[in-house]
């Protein structure tokens, strides 16, 4: 397993999509501020907090760009054995494939907890630039440090309800397929994150869960839960199982 993930290492050493989406995770932090600065210079005497621009980051990393970025980052690895059609010398050393996938979706975890620690410290640089040329209320680490625990739940949120589209991308053996349905899984996020029913939408009801407001739907708990993690395991076992049925031509 250890050799696997060195492998995944190496590969994605010599690609562009590490750092692609590393510079995709500082998207919404540089909008966060520059919506600040606009904001500023509209109205100077608006109150702008260091709580305000992550709580506004979060929303955006969970229910809009960082569910289309995860989803890219998710098909690339799952399909990137088809596009460049190594999976049949792959699979000639001693691997199984139950260990291949286990393999991906480790890496897939730790990239997305990468990319969520980015966007955290790319929204306290910014904050700080920010805070010197400008001030920004309530700038604190202790600020920094609350959110740093939010967006690390986030990222594991973020990791199990994208497990669908890794299945997406070894269905297709392509990008298109998992990000299209990305993109419809992200307007479905704008739709209901204003909703109640968003509770019952696992990629809404996740943002829900980190801010808390489950309880203020209506809706219970364990069943909000519940359907977060029938997404999780159909996009694990469908993976797994798809993967070991497949006859690799």
Not at 32 to 40: D, F, P, R, S, T
Not at 72 to 83: D, T
Request: hydrophobic share 60%; proline share 3%; glycine share 6%.
């Amino acid at each position: 397993m250890v050799n696997l993930l060195y492998i995944e290492l190496l590969k994605l050493k010599r690609s562009k999509m590490l750092l692609i989406s590393f510079l995709g995770a500082l998207v919404t932090p540089s909008m966060m501020i520059a919506a600040a600065v606009k904001m500023h210079y509209s109205d100077p005497d608006a109150v702008i907090t260091l709580f305000r621009l992550y709580d506004d980051s979060l929303l955006y990393i969970m229910c809009l760009f960082g569910t289309i970025v995860h989803a890219v980052v998710a098909a690339y690895l799952f399909s990137r054995e088809y596009s460049e059609k190594t999976l049949k010398v792959i699979l000639t050393v001693p691997v199984t494939r139950s260990a291949f996938i286990i393999s991906k979706f480790i890496m897939l975890f730790l990239w997305i907890m990468a990319l969520t620690l980015v966007s955290w410290a790319g929204i306290y640089a910014l904050a700080a630039a920010f805070h010197a040329i400008f001030g920004l209320s309530e700038f604190s680490a202790a600020v920094a440090a609350e959110f740093f625990g939010k967006m690390a739940a986030a990222g594991v949120l973020m990791f199990l309800t994208i497990s669908p589209f890794a299945f997406l991308a070894l269905w297709s053996k392509g990008l298109v397929v998992p990000i299209i349905s990305a993109a419809a899984v992200a307007m479905g996020n704008v739709m209901l994150t204003n909703e109640d029913l968003g509770a019952l939408y696992p990629w809404a009801s996740s943002y829900f869960l980190i801010k808390g407001e489950i309880s203020s739907t209506g809706y219970p708990y364990p069943l909000v839960i519940s359907l977060i993690a029938i997404v999780s395991i159909f996009g694990f076992i469908a993976s797994g199982y798809y993967f070991s049925k497949e006859d690799i031509q």
